[in-house]
């Protein structure tokens, strides 16, 4: 069974300083990733679909992947307190339409 | 960004009673999935939906659970008889197409089986 594992579980960064989570998965063969935000009480907000190895950037979040080493992380530059939300890792498979999450990783952005 | 509604945000009911969670997906997408979240736990899939049709479906899609789209209005999730470990937040999402597709999810419905 595919597994997701996010570190840390909890993070704690001044406001401005870079916030980097990470997330590792248990084989190669999902083909895409997604890290999702979530507010309390609200839907989940896509932040960056990544396909390929490397990285790509929306906006202030950069996801890197890397299959290798099962790995993909998700950078947050210049965070503010509204940026304080449990962040997701998902990944799904060619083929198959579910997405397999993580726990998360509870952000706190202190001013 | 497009949004997906769920109703109610919060169920309580009792044992053995029947439920039914509604979710209103973004307007023109035509794939449908529930997750279900335990307290503590992650996000996990329960089963996608396209064209009247279950398409997939976990292990956690138990017996007493069933999904529908009736005339293209709410697409629902029942569950008869609710059991205390069907307590949890359950997810709504909808995407445009299936794989790789974006799928946008709704705030969630709490669900209490007391």
């Known amino acids: 069974q595919q597994k997701v594992q996010q570190s840390p579980e909890s993070l704690t960064v001044s406001e401005g300083a870079m916030a980097s989570l990470n997330c590792t998965f248990s084989?190669?063969?999902?083909?895409?990733f997604r890290w999702y935000r979530q507010h309390s009480a609200k839907g989940l907000e896509v932040l960056v679909s990544i396909f390929s190895d490397g990285e790509k950037e929306e906006g202030r979040f950069t996801a890197h992947l890397n299959r290798a080493n099962l790995h993909v992380s998700l950078h947050i530059r210049e965070p503010q307190p509204s940026d304080s939300a449990v962040y997701l890792c998902?990944?799904?498979?060619?083929?198959?339409?579910?997405?397999?999450f993580g726990k998360g990783t509870q952000l706190i952005i202190q001013p | 960004g497009p949004k997906v509604l769920q109703i109610p945000s919060h169920q309580i009911i009792d044992m053995g009673q029947m439920v039914t969670l509604n979710c209103d997906p973004v307007?023109?997408?035509?794939?449908f999935y529930w997750y279900k979240q335990i307290l503590g736990q992650q996000m996990e899939f329960l089963v996608n939906?396209?064209?009247?049709?279950?398409?997939?479906k976990s292990k956690l899609f138990k017996d007493q659970f069933s999904v529908e789209r009736p005339d293209g209005s709410y697409f629902t999730l029942k569950i008869q008889p609710t059991a205390l470990e069907d307590s949890a937040v359950y997810f709504c999402?909808?995407?445009?197409?299936?794989?790789?597709?974006?799928?946008?999810f709704g705030p969630g419905t709490r669900l209490t089986v007391l």
């Open positions: 999402a909808s995407s445009g197409d299936k794989n790789y597709a974006e799928q946008f």
């Open positions: 939906f396209y064209n009247g049709k279950v398409m997939e």
């Open positions: 084989d190669g063969t999902s083909n895409n």
């Open positions: 307007s023109n997408h035509l794939y």
């Open positions: 998902a990944r799904n498979t060619e083929g198959a339409d579910r997405l397999t």
